[in-house]
């Protein structure tokens, strides 16, 4: 499935990251080299621990908004005198980023930077260097904003607060994603885009107040689940093993450049309905003490769900992991 992966090498940004981890983990399994460039501000030295000893692996710290000349070049410098065949780049994925909002909002400058400045430093590196490579950004279903049509499609322009607390990480995915089709039609590069919808599983920090991981550990902690809001808001949520699977296709598949493509599972739930289950699953029974309503969060979309039949008919491909399954598995991570 994945024959293209085998003896490339590919630069992964926020390789130490949640999402990015597991794609290390897949495409070192595909046979590829990884380049894993994180400077750690929110991804964990753990999640990449026990690849550190792989031949094929290489760990490079540094922050991927600076010049590609001042990490990149030293490091395949430096590789062209051990492995000189692999000292190159085939592919870079760049997934560098904050994702969960109250942390990209501690971060906001960084957060603008790196998905702005950083997308444009490596596509210019490619442009230069590697002009036949494949470049794959991480976008996010964030553009669509607070949308206002139900589910998501690619052509859907969005409903994004251009100023608001949020908008350091959409708008900046936005521009993103503009550079890249600027590389696209002005360099002819080979750019492919991905917005991925709300994913979980293990490797989430229990501290990065994205949703599943706090309630989670609310619930183990038998704390009460903090609902923001009314609780109405809906999200739909992807396993990580699922999405790493599209990813793969998205990148390894002819004939992509220059597409933009939703990756996500459509099953819908409110944020209460999430935390309901959340609480069943761990503690077996639901209270009214057990979940408390706090102020939502400015700009808090109120529906999210992605269309994903453009995915099932380019990359065939769609989720199979079902969301209690996909918790039972976080929640042991978790414990
Ligand atoms: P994460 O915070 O776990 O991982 C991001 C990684 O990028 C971290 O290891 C961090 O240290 C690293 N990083 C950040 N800025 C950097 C910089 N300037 N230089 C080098 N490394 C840097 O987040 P995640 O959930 O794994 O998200 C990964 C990517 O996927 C992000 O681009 C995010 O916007 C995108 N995404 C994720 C989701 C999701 O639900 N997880 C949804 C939509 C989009
Ligand atoms: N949320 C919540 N309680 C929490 C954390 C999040 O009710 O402790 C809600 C949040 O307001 C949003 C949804 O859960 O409506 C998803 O939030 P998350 O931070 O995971 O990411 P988002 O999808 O908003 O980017």
Known sequence: MFEYLNGKTILVTGGAGFVASHICDALLEAGATVIAVDNFITGRRENIAHLEEQENFHLVEADVSIPTADYLDVFLDQMRATAPEKAKIDAIMHFASPASPPVYQEYPVETYLVNSLGTHNLLTYLEKNYPEARFLFASTSEVYGDPAIHPQKEDYWGNVNPN????????????????????????????????????????????????????INQALQKEALTVYGDGKQTRSYCYVSDLVKGILLMLSKEGLAGQTINLGNPDEYTVLETAVLVQKIINDSVTQENIIFKNLPADDPTRRKPDISKAIELLNWQPEVDFRTGLAKMIEYFK
């Open 164 to 215: 608001g607390e949020r908008s350091c990480y959409d708008e900046a995915k936005r521009l993103g994603e503009t550079i890249c089709g600027v590389f696209t039609r002005k360099f002819q590069l080979d750019v492919r885009i991905i917005r991925i919808f709300n994913t979980y599983g293990p490797r989430m920090r229990d501290d990065d107040g994205r949703i599943l991981p706090t309630f």
